[in-house]
């Protein structure tokens, strides 16, 4: 299958920040202010240590962070808005006059979206897709039209099971979610799509869905630039025996995989070492030239 080339899409942001999607691959950074994230749970929970993480990231080559306050580990206790919100709008008053290149806020509670960008913040990334069942349909799409941010659309579910083709049953999910954001006001140059791995999906599912990445990159005839996300995961853990801290290598076949594939961002942890892997693969696959980097 041909994979299909990504629009190149330039975000302004009222702060004077840029973001160009669909040239090459760009890293985002992940930034858990969490006591209990699966990987890095309190280890940048405060603003030092947030502040010292974001700079070591961006030195590493990250494009943009992306910043959590609530762990999205299995078992892990969900927060209201409220909890979310105390925990993230603090750190990100200290983050966002200090970090050098765009921010984006993981959270799926519109409120907390809607205080964020209004602070702000450059990106929402709603791992539930514009779909999250606690909250009114549209809320969170309504949030994006509103503040003109790009949304990051990611495929979940409750369970882990499937009726039919696994990657037919996330198109459907994704043709509901961009019917939400159409009717929010939401343009398509503002929208991009995450397979969600390691969500509502076991490893089998996962490693299927790497290996047909490129079936999900187009939707109604329009290519979405697609955020990639497979940082650690407990799919790469059960595939080779390993903890949460040696995940490193195999994070990075990932990325490199999905990138071959169609992927425009990868989420990372490692930022240093896989944004050099992102780049090699760029200048293999023509996506930038060689002689730039001299």
Same mark, same amino acid.
């Given at each position: 299958m041909?994979?299909?080339?990504?629009?190149?899409?330039?975000?302004?942001?009222?702060?004077?920040k840029?973001?160009?999607?669909?040239?090459?691959?760009?890293?985002?950074?992940?930034?858990?202010?969490?006591?209990?994230?699966f990987?890095?749970?309190?280890?940048? $929970? #405060?603003?030092?240590? *947030?502040?010292?993480?974001?700079?070591?990231?961006?030195?590493?080559?990250?494009?943009?962070?992306?910043?959590?306050? =609530?762990?999205?580990?299995p078992?892990?206790?969900?927060?209201?808005?409220?909890?979310?919100?105390?925990?993230?709008?603090?750190l990100?008053?200290?983050?966002l006059?200090?970090?050098?290149v765009?921010i984006?806020?993981?959270?799926?509670?519109?409120?907390?979206? =809607?205080?964020?960008?209004?602070?702000?913040?450059?990106?929402?990334?709603?791992?539930?897709?514009?779909?999250?069942?606690?909250?009114?349909?549209? *809320?969170?799409?309504?949030?994006?039209?509103?503040?003109?941010?790009?949304?990051?659309?990611?495929?979940?579910? /409750?369970?882990?099971?499937?009726d039919? $083709?696994?990657?037919?049953a996330?198109?459907?999910f994704? /043709?509901?979610?961009?019917?939400?954001a159409?009717?929010?006001?939401?343009?398509?140059?503002?929208?991009?799509?995450?397979?969600?791995?390691?969500f509502?999906?076991? #490893?089998?599912?996962?490693?299927?869905?790497?290996?047909?990445? =490129?079936?999900?990159?187009?939707?109604?005839?329009?290519?979405?630039?697609?955020?990639?996300?497979?940082?650690?995961?407990?799919?790469?853990?059960?595939?080779?025996?390993?903890?949460?801290?040696?995940r490193m290598? *195999? #994070?990075?076949?990932s990325?490199?995989?999905?990138?071959?594939?169609?992927?425009?961002?990868?989420?990372?942890?490692?930022?240093?070492?896989? *944004?050099?892997?992102?780049?090699?693969? $760029?200048?293999?696959?023509?996506r930038?030239?060689?002689? =730039?980097?001299?």
């Open positions: 041909k994979i299909p080339s990504c629009p190149i899409y330039t975000y302004h942001f009222p702060d004077g840029t973001l160009t999607v669909g040239r090459r691959t760009l890293v985002m950074g992940i930034l858990n202010v969490t006591p209990d994230s990987s890095d749970g309190g280890r940048y $929970d #405060t603003a030092e240590t *947030a502040l010292a993480h974001m700079r070591e990231m961006v030195d590493g080559g990250a494009d943009l962070i992306d910043v959590g306050a =609530e762990s999205t580990r078992g892990s206790a969900a927060l209201t808005p409220e909890e979310e919100q105390a925990r993230l709008l603090p990100l008053e200290k983050l006059p200090a970090c050098p765009p984006s806020v993981d959270t799926y509670h519109a409120a907390t979206a =809607e205080k964020a960008m209004q602070m702000g913040a450059h990106i929402l990334n709603d791992i539930w897709g514009l779909q999250y069942a606690g909250e009114r349909e549209g *809320a969170m799409a309504e949030v994006a039209a509103r503040t003109h941010r790009p949304v990051i659309v990611m495929h979940n579910q /409750q369970g882990k099971s499937y039919g $083709d696994v990657i037919a996330m198109q459907a994704f /043709q509901k979610s961009l019917a939400i159409h009717a929010a006001g939401v343009q398509d140059a503002d929208i991009l799509l995450d397979p969600g791995i390691g509502g999906k076991d #490893t089998e599912t996962n490693l299927l869905v790497q290996r047909r990445l =490129e079936e999900l990159l187009t939707a109604n005839g329009v290519r979405y630039p697609m955020l990639f996300a497979s940082s650690r995961k407990r799919f790469i853990g059960d595939t080779l025996g390993l903890p949460v801290d040696e290598e *195999a #994070t990075g076949a990325c490199v995989v999905a990138i071959t594939k169609g992927a425009d961002m990868v989420r990372v942890h490692d930022v240093r070492p896989i *944004a050099r892997m992102c780049r090699m693969t $760029d200048f293999i696959l023509g930038e030239k060689y002689a =730039e980097n001299k």
